[in-house]
T-cell receptor
Framework: KAGVTQTPRYLIKTRGQQVTLSCSPI?????VSWYQQTPGQGLQFLFE???????NKGNFPGRFSGRQFSNSRSEMNVSTLELGDSALYLC????????????FGSGTRLTVV | DQQVKQNSPSLSVQEGRISILNCDYT??????FLWYKKYPAEGPTFLIS?????DKNEDGRFTVFLNKSAKHLSLHIVPSQPGDSAVYFC??????????????FGKGTKLSVKP
């Protein structure tokens, strides 16, 4: 079966712009979680969506937002980009909430210049 | 405050020997622990997990040990192979108020297995 698909794979944006990243989960998976990976910081939890509702949110500013559609696809938006937002953004899907059975996508590498 | 800590950023091991990766946690509400492996330019892939009701779980060359009193878990890889060279992340999850929370990850340990 198809894995978790994240688009685009690479993105370069200018400080102050906004960006939207997309995640298509494994078919049948209703939970989608987003993580930010930066050098030396590991994976930091952004938010989790389940059945179109945000169930959990990490400690990130309001510039980071997301949503989930009825087909479980999810988008993540970052407004007013800062240099520090440069990171690998990873999406993970699972059948149920809470981190069980996560399958990760390959990520979107965002560079802010 | 880091709830899941991997204090060794890197580890180098000879092929055929044992690799031991360590992880400490601070939150006693964690009841489910996992290890993920990550190659460059790829997402993390699930390796092995352990529930807090167990102290050991084995899957082929990989064994995870959990010491709840010390809030410590470790991943043993025996024998280590060059293809095991990757970054390994420890992760934990807990049941807060009746619902399972998200995964909390450590910062990772880069394992290099030398031929």
């Amino acid at each position: 079966k198809a894995g978790v698909t994240q688009t685009p794979r690479y993105l370069i944006k200018t400080r102050g712009q906004q960006v939207t990243l997309s995640c298509s989960p494994i078919s049948g998976h209703r939970s989608v979680s987003w993580y930010q990976q930066t050098p030396g910081q590991g994976l930091q939890f952004l938010f989790e969506y389940f059945s179109e509702t945000q169930r959990n949110k990490g400690n990130f500013p309001g510039r980071f937002s997301g949503r989930q559609f009825s087909n479980s696809r999810s988008e993540m938006n970052v407004s007013t980009l800062e240099l520090g937002d440069s990171a690998l953004y990873l999406c993970a899907s699972s059948l149920r909430q809470g981190g069980y059975g996560y399958t990760f996508g390959s990520g979107t590498r965002l560079t802010v210049v | 405050d880091q709830q899941v800590k991997q204090n060794s950023p890197s580890l180098s091991v000879q092929e055929g020997r044992i690799s031991i990766l360590n992880c400490d946690y601070t939150n006693s509400m964690f009841d489910y622990f996992l290890w993920y492996k990550k190659y460059p330019a790829e997402g993390p892939t699930f390796l092995i997990s352990i529930s807090s009701i167990k102290d050991k779980n084995e899957d082929g060359r990989f064994t995870v040990f959990l010491n709840k009193s010390a809030k410590h878990l470790s991943l043993h890889i025996v024998p280590s192979q060059p293809g095991d060279s990757a970054v390994y992340f420890c992760a934990a999850s807990g049941n807060y108020g009746g619902s399972q929370g998200n995964l909390i990850f450590g910062k990772g340990t880069k394992l290099s297995v030398k031929p």
